[in-house]
């Protein structure tokens, strides 16, 4: 099924943050629909460094591709702006489909961007976002490649604004609305009850962010039809390797670790080697029943 039909149907599409072939396969195993590919994450994994806008077009299309030829589940990608103007969007739509994404998300944000629950964002005005949306529209190769619109607009122009801009994105042509960083459990509720039936509605789920947590149960009854966790896989490993190398160093061995970790067979396992090396033996020419 593809992304576009899944949310034709009225559960709601929870959709993990990933960051690498690995991720992905956990996170697939796990039984997860679609996935989300976070600009946050490669640049906390990648880069060893925050979401402010340095990861490039280029190591987020690779990072697709080698997801993409790991996992058959669709994918959601962070587009940041698009990396540019309407012309660099088109382009990010193009590199993209072909890295095998199912759905690009494009901020409002000016070039560069950075975390949408990071304070001093600063904003492209609407009419250059709705001609971006647009141009991307016109780029995509295919209708069921899905263009999900964010407007940060409630922390620097307030909740009206957001909500303004959020209409005239819906106008340009986005399938999806991503109206980032509510503050409360009342503008979540807002945000739903303005759009939900008109368009399918994205909420992030960021822990320690703007937002207030919510479940993906409650949000679906507010109306919302995806909930991503984008960076929620990066504070989980973070935690588990500075506990990690912290035991090391101090026993110099990873006995006292090892009820924490998977040993060696256990992670072939998970990562599917025996499967892998049996494949390979049936292309072998010297093999033998």
């Known amino acids: 099924m593809s992304l576009k039909s899944r949310l034709s149907d009225p559960s709601i599409l929870i959709a993990p943050g990933v960051y690498d072939g690995l991720t992905a396969t956990l996170a697939a195993q796990a039984g997860f629909e679609a996935l989300?590919?976070?600009g946050a994450a490669v640049a906390y994994t990648r880069l060893g460094r925050p979401d402010i806008g340095l990861t490039s077009l280029s190591e987020m299309a690779d990072t697709m591709a080698l997801i993409r030829d790991r996992?058959?589940?669709?994918v959601i990608i962070d587009a940041d702006?698009?990396?540019g103007n309407a012309l660099n969007a088109q382009r990010t739509m193009r590199i993209y489909e072909r890295a095998g994404a199912n759905a690009l998300q494009v901020e409002d944000q000016t070039y560069p961007k950075r975390c949408g629950h990071l304070a001093d964002k600063s904003l492209i005005s609407q009419a250059e976002m709705v001609g971006k949306i647009a141009a991307m529209a016109d780029a995509r190769a295919s209708e069921e490649t899905l263009i999900i619109a964010r407007t940060d607009a409630i922390a620097v122009?307030?909740?009206s604004s957001a909500m303004d801009r959020a209409e005239a994105y819906l106008s340009a042509g986005a399938d999806v609305l991503f109206?980032?960083?509510?503050?409360?459990?009342?503008?979540l509720a807002r945000v739903a009850s303005a759009f939900k039936g008109r368009v399918p509605l994205l909420a992030n789920m960021v822990e320690g962010g703007a937002t207030p947590i919510q479940s993906a149960a409650h949000l679906q009854e507010l109306g919302f039809d995806i909930v991503i966790f984008p960076g929620g896989i990066v504070r989980a490993l973070a935690h588990a390797a500075k506990y990690y190398y912290g035991s090391l160093k101090a026993y110099g061995s990873n006995a006292p670790f090892a009820d924490r970790m998977f040993d060696f067979n256990?992670?072939?396992?998970?990562?599917g080697t025996p499967e892998m090396l049996a494949t390979g033996r049936r292309f072998d020419g010297g093999a033998t029943e």
Do not use: M, Q
Not at 71 to 74: A, E, G, R, S, T
């Open 36 to 38: 989300y590919l976070s």
């Open 71 to 74: 996992v058959d589940l669709p």
């Open 81 to 83: 702006t698009g990396f």
């Open 157 to 159: 122009e307030g909740f």
């Open 179 to 187: 109206i980032e960083a509510p503050r409360s459990g009342d503008e």
């Open 266 to 271: 256990g992670l072939n396992a998970v990562i």
